[in-house]
């Protein structure tokens, strides 16, 4: 075994570790600390041969990131509880393999695995708790097995493991707590699959599936908090648990009824923080005041239209609504105390006015909509924004006091808009220190600008980005001004 004390500044731990590790390491060609067998990235083509049984105390065994193809039986430490085999073309398991750890083994992983069975090893594991498989093209689940190892499991791990278009073996899962079948190819769950664990099971993913609609099976889990159904093709949300969900992620789908949506989401009125909609098809912000706990609503990639529809609960700390087709910034947001961030980039906004924005609002993402003018009354008196992004609109006018009175507005992006004299109105800004007038094509300087010396010459160099004419913004304020 190596010596670690050396790594460690505590005389007395080293005696103690010491006292703890009375054992050999099993394998000539690994190292053992602690209660770990480290025997990661070793160039092993198969399990090595043990050349100790002084094992007792040791764990946790991992042969990651190694080449090998079977694991013939004996060739492991007896009564381990945690085992890893990620990153290995695993193609056979001797049915005897895990025998010695059959009472105490809780955690197995294999990433990269090459079986195409579920191996029957499994079902000597009275313990098993944990259960990963990544990476994998496992096409028969061997019921046998699901049946043994359903008794104990508690967490379920596949992702990109195979087909499971129809999961049956699901219902052998008595006391599953975590169930995570992610790309692989579902497209149902048995209406009463989960029936025997839906005391238990409290996270379910089938995120990267080909479900059509929300499996019934899990309309009815009463101890279920976190749900992702993100990346299917789903319309119908008929059978969305009532229970106290605190996150919701429906993403990259096809959910269109916003009202209906609403409705369903009634029975976690006091429990959802996060709900993920990115990428549907919404027309309208459903109706979500009711959720009295709810903290960040992803809403992006939509074809919401409307401003005036819609309504979320004063405590939002966060709303992203990019990639829509709102003209306006919606009513919804304006009663927001909390929320610190306007994400709206690529929408349809033409105006914009002081009473618009959320009270508290420090960043504000307006960039790629329709905006041609800023005027003394866009922005409130004593604004609290501090980053406004502006970039890719069609902006040709800045009133002189658009800018009037914004004690902590630290970054301007005007970038890619139609201006062509720089904004007066940044004369008012005494807290600058980022301005963007990047790829303003028809931006020119004059001496008109020059009281915007004393605050564009004091920004670095690096920070004032842009060009009038052949001279660059920062070269004309720091060279030329000073001749006007």
């Known amino acids: ?285 459903p109706e979500l005041d009711f959720l009295s706990n709810l903290k960040k609503v992803d809403l992006s990639y939509n074809r919401i239209a409307d401003p005036n529809l819609g309504s979320f609960p004063v405590d939002m700390f966060e709303v992203n609504l990019e990639h829509n087709l709102l003209p306006f910034i919606p009513k919804a947001l304006s009663n927001l105390t909390r929320l610190i961030e306007l994400e709206m980039i690529s929408n349809m906004v033409r105006q914009i006015t002081a009473e618009d924005f959320p009270p508290g609002v420090i960043w504000v993402f307006l960039g790629h909509n329709l905006i041609t003018e800023l005027e003394d009354t866009t922005f409130p008196v004593n604004s609290t924004i501090q980053y406004l992004h502006l970039n890719n609109n069609p902006i040709n006018h800045i009133s002189n006091k658009a800018f009037h009175n914004f004690p902590k507005l630290t970054l301007v992006n005007l970038a890619e808009t139609k201006i062509t004299r720089l904004p007066l109105a940044l004369a008012s800004v005494s807290t600058l220190i980022v301005f963007d007038a990047t790829n303003c094509t028809e931006l020119v300087c004059t001496c008109e600008e020059k009281s915007l010396a004393p605050v564009l010459t004091p920004v670095l160099s690096g920070d004032v980005h842009g060009n009038c004419g052949d001279t660059s913004i920062y070269e004309f304020f720091a060279n030329y001004s000073s001749a006007c």
């Open 1 to 285: 075994m190596r010596n670690v004390c050396w790594t460690i500044p505590s005389i007395f731990y080293c005696l103690l570790f010491l006292q703890v590790s009375g054992f050999d390491c099993p394998y000539k060609e690994c190292f053992c600390e602690g209660r770990t067998v480290f025997c990661v990235n070793r160039g092993f083509n198969a399990t090595p041969e043990i050349v100790s049984s002084n094992t007792a105390g040791l764990t946790w065994l991992m042969f990651d990131t190694n080449n090998i193809k079977d694991i013939p039986a004996g060739h492991l430490p007896a009564n381990l509880t945690e085992i890893s085999f990620d990153y290995n073309p695993v193609e056979s398991i001797d049915d005897n393999a895990f025998i010695g750890s059959a009472d105490t083994l809780e955690l197995l992983s294999f990433w990269g695995a090459k079986f195409s069975k579920l191996p029957d090893a499994l079902t000597h594991l009275k313990a098993l708790k944990y259960l990963s498989i990544y990476d994998s093209n496992v096409i028969d689940w061997n019921v046998n097995v699901m049946k043994e190892i359903g008794l104990t499991l508690e967490s379920l791990f596949l992702r990109n493991a195979g087909v499971v278009l129809s999961p049956s073996w699901i219902q052998y899962l008595s006391g599953i707590q975590e169930l995570n079948l992610e790309s692989c190819l579902v497209t149902s769950l048995p209406d009463n699959s989960l029936d025997t664990a839906d005391g238990n099971i409290t996270i379910i993913s089938l995120f990267n599936n080909s479900l059509t609609e929300v499996p019934k099976a899990i309309s009815n889990l009463p101890a279920l908090k976190k749900l992702n159904l993100g990346n299917n093709k789903i319309s119908s949300i008929t059978w969305l648990p009532r229970s106290q969900l605190t996150s919701l992620i429906l993403d990259h789908n096809n959910i269109s009824d916003g009202q209906f949506l609403s409705n369903v989401l009634r029975s976690s009125s006091d429990s959802l923080r996060t709900l993920t909609l990115q990428v549907n098809q919404l027309t309208a912000i």
